[in-house]
């Protein structure tokens, strides 16, 4: 019934690119979200404590961080299609291998290091890449779309490892995700994905040829279109962008990991604090694609700017109001500004900068979030260890977003963004 | 010591979290862990079916 009246419609074959993304997402979000339900598994398999096995998962973090720009890199210079089944591929069979590794050595090295290095390969940086070629009107929207499968995935694949672990053991689960990353999910990107609109004879957003040039054939320049990647470093809005960016992996790296620690020293329970976060889960995945929505009819720094102002209110409610209203409050107000800020900041670094760089600037402003993260962790442990509170490190985490906010809203996107400017008629090598 | 922090860090789900989760599931639904897997293995096959179905309905027929 819903295929028979797709059917009837005149499909962009850009929205089964941006529907195989969405699949990769989910798997690849979803299966390293699920690395925390093997912990305490591990540790009685093992016996070694959880900071031996959480240091894979950090390594992880930032091994994961600083591969974004280098894979963005390849995706630039030999197209993204490649760097991502190559990477899925080495993802699928690394996540299989799990299954038969006997200690913390093995989890680093396959998790840590391997699994974390490639999943860069599967990120925003190099996915935005291909996204970006096939949309231009509609480039918010596809991106979102996209995102939101990271959010469906781990709603899906973090509960499906969990039942698995207690039918199957952890060895099967990692097996079963393994194999089916591999058997469906890199045969789809070979099949369906094509690195940009011109493989088959088609134009961005589906525009049809016609004497009057269409919006993606005006091959308008940008005034940051460069040729290198290094001169968009000297230009304030390459630093607004992962200034933000850098805000936004403070603010979701601390609460990914301090979150329940809070909900615990505040004396609520797990069980309202797991009915919290899933709420918070369900609201993002409709929060990413509203905004994506919003994002192609309105300017893309003012929603980037109101996301942050936004995360900063449920932050300041975790303070101001009493925890169990707070912790509503910020499932509520914190969704919705939850995952908002990766398809803006991609769909701005594209549209400022063009498409020959965009997977090493989005590469770097997402290594620039990792860092942001690790750092927070660091510090909200530190602060509730000095003061017995988690008050100082959320009251950082207002202050950074209200910076993060204004920095956003500062961005000159009237003029220097494609979708702002006149059509030039030059020849455009970097669009 | 900071260090000691960060090796608390990671970007996968809280297990206690996720334990919570799960219980709260098994409790509203009343199924078993076998059950559970049965539906969530259906959700998962059902995204690159409906790509796939997706595929045939518009492009495959039109070329």
Request: charged share 10%; net charge positive.
């Amino acid at each position: 019934m819903i295929m028979k009246k797709l059917s009837n419609k005149n499909f962009f074959y850009g929205w089964l690119i941006v529907l195989s993304l969405f699949f990769t997402s989910f798997l690849t979000i979803g299966s390293r979200q699920g690395f925390g339900v093997f912990v305490k598994t591990w540790e009685d398999d093992w016996q070694v404590t959880t900071a031996a096995i959480s240091f894979a998962a950090s390594m992880g973090w930032l091994v994961n961080g600083f591969s974004q720009p280098l894979l963005g890199r390849l995706a630039d210079l030999y197209g993204a299609r490649i760097v991502i089944v190559i990477s899925l591929t080495i993802m699928s069979i690394s996540t299989a291998l799990i299954s038969l590794i006997n200690s913390v050595f093995g989890l680093l090295i396959l998790y840590g290091f391997i699994t974390a290095f490639f999943s860069g390969g599967v990120s925003p940086a190099t996915v935005g890449v291909i996204v970006s070629k096939w949309f231009v009107k509609k480039r918010g929207t596809a991106m979102a779309i996209v995102m939101s499968g990271g959010s469906v995935g781990s709603l899906v694949i973090v509960p499906f490892l969990s039942f698995s672990l207690i039918e199957f053991g952890w060895r099967y689960s990692w097996m079963i995700l393994g194999v089916f990353s591999l058997l469906i999910g890199v045969p789809l990107m070979l099949l369906f994905v094509k690195n940009k609109p011109e493989e088959l004879s088609m134009l961005p957003d589906g525009e049809i040829k016609a004497n009057k040039k269409t919006l993606s054939e005006k091959q308008i320049i940008g005034p940051y279109f460069f040729s290198s990647w290094i001169s968009s470093l000297k230009t304030k809005p390459m630093w607004n962008l992962s200034l933000s960016y850098f805000v936004c992996g403070i603010t979701t790296g601390s609460i990914s990991v301090h979150f329940i620690r809070w909900a615990l020293s505040e004396d609520i329970g797990t069980g309202t604090a797991a009915l919290a976060f899933g709420i918070l889960s369900i609201i993002n995945a409709i929060g990413v694609i509203f905004i994506g929505l919003l994002s192609d009819k309105f300017q893309r720094k003012n929603l980037l700017g109101i996301v942050y102002l936004v995360r900063g209110l449920a932050f300041a409610s975790i303070i101001i109001l009493p925890s169990n209203y707070a912790i509503w409050s910020f499932a509520i107000i914190g969704g919705a500004s939850w995952l908002a800020t990766v398809p803006l900041t991609a769909s701005l670094t594209s549209d400022i900068y063009g498409l020959k760089n965009m997977g090493t600037l989005f590469g770097i402003s997402s290594m620039s979030h990792q860092i942001g993260g690790a750092g927070a962790v660091i510090f909200f442990g530190w602060s509730f260890t000095k003061w017995g509170t988690y008050d100082y490190a959320f009251l950082l985490g207002v202050i950074t977003l209200l910076f993060a906010g204004f920095v956003s809203l500062s961005l000159p996107e009237k003029s220097k963004s494609i979708r702002y400017i006149k059509e030039t008629g030059v020849t455009n090598n970097a669009l | 010591m900071p260090y000691n922090y960060l090796l608390h860090h990671s970007e996968s789900v809280d297990p206690e979290l996720i334990e919570a989760i799960i219980d709260k599931i098994m409790n509203v639904t009343g199924f078993s862990a076998f059950t559970m897997i049965m539906i969530l293995i259906i959700l998962m096959v059902s995204v690159p079916l409906f790509i796939i179905m997706f595929y045939f309905t518009n492009f495959k027929r039109n070329n």
